[in-house]
């Protein structure tokens, strides 16, 4: 299957490149003609391209934030539960045996005033 072309048909092919390539094109009644729609199409495209640019973008920010905010939930409830232990009796018991407490074994006394009735 092979194609033949004939000589007018290269010809013709050949000076549609010389002309595309000195650009005289340009000045065609027809491209004058649909040049608004070109640009319109032109900005358009380049209106979607920077939507989707902004929105890749956004995601990318939005996954970083939300590590982010994984890691400090996480850091909140380690401190939480630290917190948590470090309130209990026998926590609090420990420490202050430490520093050289030691809990009393009769109850606390109320001391009354007179005006206290």
Same mark, same amino acid.
């Given at each position: 299957m092979t194609v033949k072309l004939s000589k007018k048909r290269i010809q013709k092919s050949?000076?549609?490149?010389?002309?595309?390539?000195?650009?005289?094109?340009?000045?065609?009644?027809?491209?004058?003609?649909?040049l608004p729609f070109a640009l319109y199409v032109t900005g358009l495209s380049l209106l979607a391209i920077w939507g989707a640019h902004r929105a890749e973008s956004r995601v990318k920010e939005i996954s970083k934030k939300v590590v982010l905010l994984n890691e400090l939930e996480s850091?909140?409830?380690?401190?939480?539960?630290?917190?948590?232990?470090?309130?209990?009796e026998s926590s609090v018991?420990?420490?202050?045996? %430490?520093?050289?407490?030691?809990?009393?074994?009769? %109850?606390? %006394?109320r001391?009354?005033?007179p005006g206290d009735e």
């Open positions: 050949g000076y549609a490149v010389r002309e595309v390539l000195r650009g005289s094109f340009i000045g065609h009644p027809v491209i004058i003609r649909n850091e909140y409830l380690e401190a939480k539960s630290n917190l948590m232990k470090m309130g209990t018991r420990q420490r202050s045996q %430490a520093l050289g407490l030691v809990p009393s074994h009769r %109850a606390p %006394a001391i009354e005033s």
